[in-house]
T-cell receptor, first 113, second 114 residues
Framework: GAGVSQSPSNKVTEKGKDVELRCDPISGHTALYWYRQRLGQGLEFLIYFQGNSAPDKSGLPSDRFSAERTGESVSTLTIQRTQQEDSAVYLC???????????FGDGTRLSIL | AQSVTQLGSHVSVSEGALVLLRCNYSSSVPPYLFWYVQYPNQGLQLLLK??????LVKGINGFEAEFKKSETSFHLTKPSAHMSDAAEYFC????????????FGQGTELSVKP
């Protein structure tokens, strides 16, 4: 497809388990972003990848959160030892560069029991 | 530091009425500003963007926004609301020199009454 693809669309897991969320950006988009959206709130920046540069991890809330991206392709966001406050929608976006806007996926809705 | 503030977490209008969603920004450099719309269980869709060209920006679905430096505002308007406009709307500012990272407002939920 032509858009940003995220999987799974929904994830329910028990507190303490690890989860891995996947993002497939639009082909040719060099920049990739992860955001967290808690219920009824705006989006919080988590992490940003640009090509082969070191990622900007300044938004990651704790060391339980990590993300990887290989080149300009798929990215995975991993949350270890999940807590109930991690329950949120995790949105991925990609961008071509320059003044181009970010294009968002439909998100992964994560629920921690 | 840059930020955006959306005034009103919930706006309700009648079908056919004017839509006005307010966004004020704070930025020490000329800002790049965006409005996104989010329908239930979906990601964000770009409505329009301001990148220092024309101050009146036209977007999709009949929406437009005017950049007013003197008022540090970027309010979103639509002359006549449609039922399909009911959604969450987010204003965002691009963080200067940080790779296109966006800072979002808290969002405004728009309800449209028949």
């Amino acid at each position: 497809g032509a858009g940003v693809s995220q999987s799974p669309s929904n994830k329910v897991t028990e507190k303490g388990k690890d989860v891995e969320l996947r993002c497939d950006p639009i082909s040719g988009h060099t920049a990739l972003y992860w955001y967290r959206q808690r219920l009824g709130q705006g989006l919080e920046f988590l992490i940003y990848f640009q090509g082969n540069s070191a990622p900007d991890k300044s938004g990651l809330p704790s060391d339980r959160f990590s993300a990887e991206r290989t080149g300009e392709s798929v990215s995975t966001l991993t949350i270890q030892r999940t807590q109930q406050e991690d329950s949120a929608v995790y949105l991925c976006a990609s961008r071509q560069g320059g003044n181009q806007p970010q294009h968002f996926g439909d998100g992964t809705r994560l629920s921690i029991l | 530091a840059q930020s955006v503030t959306q005034l009103g977490s919930h706006v309700s209008v009648s079908e056919g009425a004017l839509v006005l969603l307010r966004c004020n920004y704070s930025s020490s450099v000329p800002p790049y500003l965006f409005w996104y719309v989010q329908y239930p269980n979906q990601g964000l869709q770009l409505l329009l963007k301001y990148t220092s060209a024309a101050t009146l920006v036209k977007g999709i679905n009949g929406f437009e926004a005017e950049f007013k430096k003197s008022e540090t505002s970027f309010h979103l308007t639509k002359p006549s609301a449609h039922m399909s406009d009911a959604a969450e709307y987010f204003c965002a500012v691009r963080v200067y020199n940080q790779g296109g990272k966006l800072i979002f407002g808290q969002g405004t939920e728009l309800s449209v009454k028949p």
